[in-house]
């Protein structure tokens, strides 16, 4: 991956070991003993009942499952007393887990604790009061220590935190197959230099019979239109967005929604309805030439037995080098937990050293941590360490597609707008008029 400007983030690495000071937990296996809160008054929210934790996520199936197993061992092994409670609903970017948990939460009868994303995402969920505000629990764990200030800055909402991430990914990310690039005469090695340059090679795949890019149901759709928005746009074109300083009914996003058109036309609609996976597949298979994708996809290559950089290769969306695309899975506790000790056991877990070293190193992602010395880092692969380079010295921008850019309600939008597009229920004047109704619900 070529490097780009660096812009933010280097802060990040001049952090040293967290120092726990004060209340309990950190590093040490502290078997679910309660902690003094970090509040001078009652009882912390975090306090109670750790007999169990029920934990929600749509880690489900396939290689997302295999990552929530590395972190329920490690959580097993550091509270042996409280039992783990898998609540995880199938479908990936949480495309219906979003809606049970909604349904559950409305209803008063929240899990423990759920995975939600950093950023515009906790919005909903912060407005309706259903979070506990976790910013003492910071102190408490010394997270305000161990994650970066990027991080820090889009996880704090007025002055305050209300989740703890486990991991950083990277959703802009281009996955190809080298042996059909070859067939159609593209270089594998030549990545195009932006939209146009990638659309010209899209056409000689489609001349050699292959499917040039394939794309699944509306949020992965919605997460090819967020990269072909900030290859056309530019980060800062692309941050403007959401701070309203790129109107979404401007002719830019015009000449990007009619990239995207373009683009959806090279691909196979049969795949409109499967999940990231399955519209993976015929990429890895040798069908298709392109899948763009987050970086969960790399522990599904490797556990099918492909080698990255050999059997698939990956690079930046054209158009977005040394910009990367950011989102962060966290957890949450809600309002009324039954079981608010346990999410407190959980919350470290994920945060701790080794909970965010066992899930990052086969979920693909990288450590929402960043003092983890070399020795840590190790068993990391090279494109995870490219990944936290990547992190660490481009431009971050926030995910639409996974929350870190804007709400559920907004996301939800987006989506509708854009499946109703692919499925040909409107045109491009009519995609864009969809995604400035729904942009007006941002901030
Ligand atoms: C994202 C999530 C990732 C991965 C992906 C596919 O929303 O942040 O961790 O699970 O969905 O399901």
């Known amino acids: 991956m070529r490097r780009g400007i660096a812009v933010i983030g280097t802060a990040a690495l001049a952090m040293t070991l967290v120092a726990c000071s004060g209340g309990g937990g950190g590093e040490s296996a502290s078997g679910g003993a309660e902690s003094d809160g970090g509040t001078s008054t009652g009882a912390a929210a975090w306090e109670g009942d750790d007999s169990e934790v029920q934990v929600m996520t749509w880690w489900e199936s396939g290689s997302e499952k295999e990552g929530l197993q590395a972190l329920q061992k490690v959580f097993e092994e550091k509270f042996p007393d409280t039992e783990f409670v898998n609540a995880a609903i199938a479908g990936g970017g949480g495309s219906q887990a979003k809606q049970k948990l909604a349904a559950d939460l409305a209803a008063g009868n929240p899990p423990d604790t759920f995975q939600a994303h950093a950023g ?70 030549a990545v195009p230099a932006d939209i146009d ?97 987050g970086d969960w996809v790399y522990l599904g290559l490797t556990s099918q037995g492909k080698t990255l950089g050999t059997d698939i290769i990956e690079f930046p969306v054209p158009g977005n080098d040394g910009v990367y695309d950011f989102l962060a899975d966290s957890f949450t506790l809600p309002v009324g937990a039954a079981h608010p000790g346990g999410a407190r056991d959980w919350l470290e877990t994920i945060s701790s050293k080794e909970g965010q070293i066992a899930f990052n190193s086969v979920k693909g992602s990288i450590p929402a941590r960043s003092d983890l010395s070399e020795d840590e880092l190790a068993g990391f692969s090279d494109y995870q360490r490219e990944a936290m380079d990547s992190f660490a010295n481009d431009t971050i921008v926030s995910s639409i597609a996974h929350g870190a850019a804007v709400s559920v309600t907004v996301s939800s939008a987006i989506n509708d707008a854009v499946m109703k597009f692919a499925q040909g229920g409107t045109d491009v004047a009519g995609l864009q008029e969809e995604l400035v109704a729904a942009a007006a619900g941002i901030g």
């Not at 515009?120 to 009061?129: L, R």
């Not at 408490?140 to 220590?145: I, N, R």
């Open 120 to 189: 515009a995402e906790m919005t909903d969920y912060i407005e309706a009061g259903q979070v506990e505000d976790l910013t003492g629990l910071y102190d408490e764990l010394g997270l305000d220590k161990a994650f970066p200030q990027d991080l820090l800055d889009r996880l704090t909402m007025d002055g305050k935190i209300y989740s703890v991430p486990s991991n950083i990914h990277r959703a802009n990310v281009v996955w190809a197959n080298p042996t059909v690039l070859k067939d159609s005469g593209v270089d594998p090695d």
């Open 197 to 293: 340059a990638w659309i010209a090679d899209m056409e000689k795949i489609k001349a050699a019979g292959y499917t040039p890019i394939t794309v699944g149901s509306a949020w992965t759709q919605t997460e090819l239109l967020e990269t072909i928005l900030i290859a056309d746009l530019g980060a800062d074109g692309y941050n403007g967005l959401f701070d309203g300083t790129t109107d979404w009914a401007s002719a830019d996003v015009t000449a990007a929604l009619e990239h995207f058109a373009t683009i959806m036309s090279y691909t196979d609609s049969s795949l409109y309805a499967e999940d990231w996976e399955p519209a993976m597949q015929p990429v890895v298979d040798g069908k298709a030439a392109y899948n763009v994708m």
